[in-house]
C-alpha cells in the first residue's frame, strides 16, 4: 500500500508504522491521521502481521499537532468539517488501537509531545530512547489534551502526577518516564529499533489467540470509559480552540516566546 505521510513495512511477522515528516518532528497532518488509521485497521485485519511497532522518522517520535497549520487556520478563520468535530478521525484512530486484538509497541525515539505522547500512550509497552522526552503539553498553547491523554496518564501515573504534568505541560526526560512507569525500557538511540523489534519478535513468536483474549481481558473494564472520555475530551478541545487564550498560545509557539494567557 502506498502512503504520503508514513512508511509501512511488514517482516517476520511484524508491521513496522514510521510517522514520517521527520523535517516537522513528524507533526501530525489531517493525511498522516488518515494513514495512521489505515495501517493500524490493514494490519490488524492482516494474517500475516501478529504485532505492530510505531514509531518515528528522524529524530522524533511525534511533536504532535502542526502549530503551524493551526496558526493558518486561526487567522483564516478555517474550521473542521462536522463530522469531524462530532467523531474526530483522532478518536477513530485511538479506538482502533486500543480494539486492534495484536500488541502494539511503541519506540520513542525523540520527542513526544501532546498528542504525539497520547499516541504513545494508547500503544500497549512504550520504550523508550535516552534522547526521548514526553509532555502533555496541551496547556502549554491554551488547549485541552485529546488524543486520550486524560484516560491513558492517570491510569499509569496516578491522577496527582497526571494533573501535575497535564497542567505544567512540561517534558519530562527518558529516565523519569522510566521511573513513572510510562515507559518499560530505556535504550541507546542506536539500540532502540533493535530491541524494540526482538520484544516484537518475542510476542509474534507467542500464541495469538491467548494474546488475543489477554489483550481483550486487560482492558475489557476500561473500553467503554475510553469512548465517553475521548467523547469529552472532543467537545472540552472545541471549546477551548475557540478561546483567545488557544490563539495566543499558538501564535506565542510560532514566534517563539512565552504565552500570556487572558483566561478568555
Request: glycine share 8%; hydrophobic share 40%.
Given at each position: 500500500?502506498?502512503?504520503e505521510?508514513i ?8 508491521a513496522?508504522?514510521?510517522l ?6 513528524n507533526?501530525?497532518?489531517p ?6 488509521l489505515e495501517?493500524?485497521?490493514q494490519?490488524d485485519?492482516n ?10 522518522a528522524?529524530?522524533?517520535f511525534c ?24 467523531a474526530p478521525i483522532?478518536d ?6 486500543r480494539g486492534s486484538?495484536?500488541p ?6 525523540g ?5 504525539g505522547m497520547s ?5 500497549d509497552?512504550?520504550l523508550?530512547?535516552?534522547t526521548?522526552?514526553l ?6 498553547r491554551?488547549?485541552?489534551p485529546?488524543?486520550?491523554g486524560?484516560?491513558?496518564l492517570?491510569r499509569?501515573v496516578g ?14 526526560d527518558?529516565q523519569e ?5 510510562i515507559?518499560s ?12 523489534l526482538e520484544?516484537?519478535a518475542?510476542?509474534a ?5 491467548a494474546?488475543?483474549?489477554s ?5 475489557r473494564?476500561?473500553?467503554?470509559d475510553l ?10 478541545q472545541q471549546?477551548?480552540?475557540q478561546?483567545?487564550d ?7 509557539f510560532?514566534?517563539k ?8
Open positions: 500500500m502506498g502512503f505521510h512508511v509501512y513495512d511488514v517482516a517476520d511477522q511484524v513496522t508504522i514510521t514520517n515528516r521527520p523535517d516537522r518532528l507533526a501530525l497532518t493525511t498522516m491521521r488518515r494513514e495512521l495501517a493500524v485497521t494490519s485485519q494474517d500475516e502481521v501478529r504485532v505492530m511497532v510505531l514509531t518515528g528522524g529524530r522524533g511533536s504532535g499537532g502542526d502549530v503551524k497549520a493551526m496558526r493558518e487556520a486561526h487567522e483564516s478563520g478555517t474550521t473542521n468539517p462536522l463530522q469531524e468535530r462530532i483522532r477513530r484512530v485511538i479506538l482502533a488501537m486484538t495484536k502494539i509497541l511503541a519506540a520513542i525515539n520527542p513526544a509531545a501532546g498528542a499516541i504513545a500512550l494508547a500503544c509497552i512504550r523508550a530512547s535516552t526521548a522526552r509532555g502533555q503539553t496541551f496547556s502549554r491554551g488547549l485541552h485529546d488524543w486520550g486524560t484516560f491513558f492517570p499509569l491522577t496527582a502526577k497526571a494533573c501535575e504534568l497535564i497542567w505544567s505541560g512540561r517534558m519530562i527518558g518516564a522510566l521511573e513513572l512507569g515507559v525500557e530505556l535504550a541507546e538511540p542506536d539500540a532502540l529499533m533493535p530491541r524494540t520484544l516484537a518475542t510476542l513468536a507467542g500464541p495469538p489467540v494474546i488475543r483474549f489483550k481483550r481481558a486487560i482492558y473494564t476500561m473500553e467503554p469512548r465517553e472520555a475521548l467523547e469529552f475530551e472532543t467537545q472540552a471549546v477551548c480552540s478561546t483567545s488557544a490563539k495566543e498560545g499558538v501564535l506565542a510560532t514566534e516566546r512565552e504565552p500570556k494567557f487572558s483566561g478568555t
